[in-house]
């Protein structure tokens, strides 16, 4: 049987409105040999990213054009890849890429997302303290508020059935905040202290179950999106908001593969490491987790 192609998309944009820090993961990524990791061929695409500001916009967010036009670029991407037969795998500095494939998806009945994170992602716009969209795409995808207005038209993109939530460790901060969690809005959401409670042979049966139930359930199939602050700080170090706790690089590695056990991944994005905290020395260990991801992935294209 003919390999199916990868189709590699870079977005090198960081939330902040800056081409510093986490806009630099991309190429940290491809120069470290990711794509040498992968079963050929791979082809690869990168998107532009202009008109950078650090000024909020309307809905609250910072660098809205610069925002919107990478998430429309991106769907635009994905979209290909899956008419062609291909198999996305979006790099991206940080988290709004994951708004690109629910978007792309919804000429094919709407994707799920498993959306294994550190945080929860669903901070009002206006009240985020960062201005940063990688605080809010998880609100966002969901409709609980509006976006910059050239996305409008494509939000909400993504189901609360259809949504499976991995990994936030972030609630103190949320109910300090008086900001309202996604919890009471989802039924599949495990903690990260949860996740790092379980011991090294724990296959994660749970998550495949609730993978099973929500994501998988979509009428596209579903989508794996992963932001590398669920990680522990000893494990990666190089993020902008660190947390305490949080899980190895095994057990990232066996949440992932329970959850592609599930047939109808679609495809997967892999977020947030600012290469500029530690000379690019995580990239290495990255690959290899991108690669694990690939072989996993198996061509669905509903």
């Known amino acids: 049987m003919k390999t199916p192609v990868t189709q ?27 794509e040498a990791l992968l079963p050929a061929p791979v082809h690869s695409t990168w998107i532009a990213v202009n008109s950078l500001t650090t000024a909020r916009g309307p809905s609250g967010l910072i660098s809205e054009n610069a925002l919107s036009q ?3 670029d991106a769907a635009q991407g994905v979209g290909a890849a899956w008419r062609d037969g291909k198999i996305p ?7 709004p890429v994951l708004l690109a494939p629910l978007i792309a998806a919804a000429d094919r009945g709407g994707a799920g997302l498993v959306f294994i994170d550190g ?12 201005g940063e969209a990688s605080d809010c795409e998880i609100g966002l995808a969901l409709g609980m508020f509006d976006g910059p207005a050239e996305l409008v038209p494509h939000l909400p993109c993504l189901q609360a059935p259809h949504l499976v939530v991995l990994g936030p460790r972030d609630q103190a901060e949320i109910a300090d905040a008086g900001q309202q969690s996604i919890r009471g809005r989802v039924a599949r ?12 042979t724990d296959r994660y049966g749970e998550v495949t179950d609730l993978v099973a139930g929500g994501a998988a359930v979509a009428e596209a199939g579903w989508w794996c999106h992963v932001d590398l602050d669920v990680l522990e700080t000893p494990s990666l170090p190089a993020v902008d908001y660190p947390q305490p706790g949080g899980l190895t690089w095994s057990q990232l590695e066996r949440l992932t593969a329970a959850c592609l056990r599930v047939p ?3 495809g997967a994005s892999v977020v947030i490491y600012n290469p500029d905290l530690d000379g690019g020395k995580a990239a290495e260990r990255i690959t290899q987790y991108i690669a694990f991801i690939r ?8």
Not at 14 to 23: F, I, R, Y
Not at 119 to 130: I, L, Q, S
């Open 8 to 34: 590699m998309i870079y977005v090198p944009f960081n939330a902040a409105g800056v081409s510093t820090g986490v806009a630099r993961m991309p190429q940290a990524i491809r120069s470290a040999g990711v």
């Open 119 to 130: 945080h929860e992602d669903a901070w009002n716009p206006k009240d985020t303290p960062t």
């Open 89 to 95: 795998l979006v790099v991206a500095g940080d988290c």
């Open 264 to 266: 109808g991944c679609l």
């Open 295 to 302: 072989d996993r992935v198996p061509l669905y294209l509903g």
């Open 189 to 200: 959401y495990l903690s990260g202290a949860h996740l790092a409670a379980k011991t090294d």
């Open 70 to 72: 990478v998430v429309l």
